[in-house]
Antibody
């Protein structure tokens, strides 16, 4: 059974940092492009970043570029999101998401999400 | 960036057909995926590649995509279909990025 389990969320002050982790199981992580998608309270889904199956290529939304870094450890079946210089508008549930294959396409599995709250 | 436009809400009576649109410039030349998100839950893929239904998704869900509009159709609507629905595309025109529509709240009357 495919599972994606996020951790690392919590309350942080503006300007602070957090590192989200996503533990993947039930499939071979290295075969899939992976993403982070967030959802602010009461709002829609917003793409944050994605990383190629081998970790050599990344892409970021303009709103997080230069502040967030996505990485992966295929040997440990883990995905990460390092978030620096956090702002109040980064408050959201962050989902770890699997793309069907290594090229992109549809997102066939989502974690349950981890809540990040940025507040003083 | 590539903008996807969805109606904020759609209402339908049980047993009727719900139609949710996703507008975008020449979206018919792209492939569209649709997700259902029930309250308090993570999104679930319900339609991929415009009209393919993943395993386990009811045949009542169907999709189409042409011109400037992609459409998700839910026939014989049930109370359990009440949820938010999002369309999604890959925008590979300039920067390799993902775009979601703003979401449509489906209310079953």
């Amino acid at each position: 059974e495919v599972q994606l389990v996020e951790s690392g969320g919590g309350l942080v002050q503006p300007g602070g940092s957090l590192r989200l982790s996503c533990a993947a199981s039930g499939f071979t992580l290295s075969n899939h492009l992976m993403l982070w998608v967030r959802q602010a309270p009461g709002k829609g889904l917003v793409w944050v970043a994605h990383i190629s199956s081998d970790g050599t290529s990344t892409s970021y939304a303009d709103s997080v570029k230069a502040r967030f870094t996505v990485s992966r450890d295929n040997a440990r079946s883990a995905l990460f999101l390092q978030m620096n210089s956090l702002r109040v508008d980064d408050t959201a549930v962050y989902y770890c998401v699997r793309s069907f294959d290594s090229r992109g396409g549809e997102f066939d599995y989502w974690g349950q999400g981890t809540l990040v709250t940025v507040s003083s | 960036s590539y903008v996807l436009t969805q109606p904020p809400s759609v209402s339908v009576a049980p047993g009727k057909t719900a139609t949710i649109t996703c507008g975008g410039n020449n979206i018919g030349s792209n492939t569209v995926h649709w997700y259902q998100q029930r309250p308090g839950q993570a999104p679930v893929l319900v339609i991929s590649y415009d009209s393919d239904r993943p395993s386990g998704i009811s045949e009542r869900f169907s999709g189409s995509n042409s011109g400037n509009t992609a459409t998700l159709t839910i026939s014989r609507v049930e109370a359990g279909d009440e949820a938010d629905y999002y369309c999604q595309v890959w925008d590979r025109s300039s920067v390799n990025r993902v775009e979601f529509g703003g979401g449509t709240k489906l209310t079953v009357l």
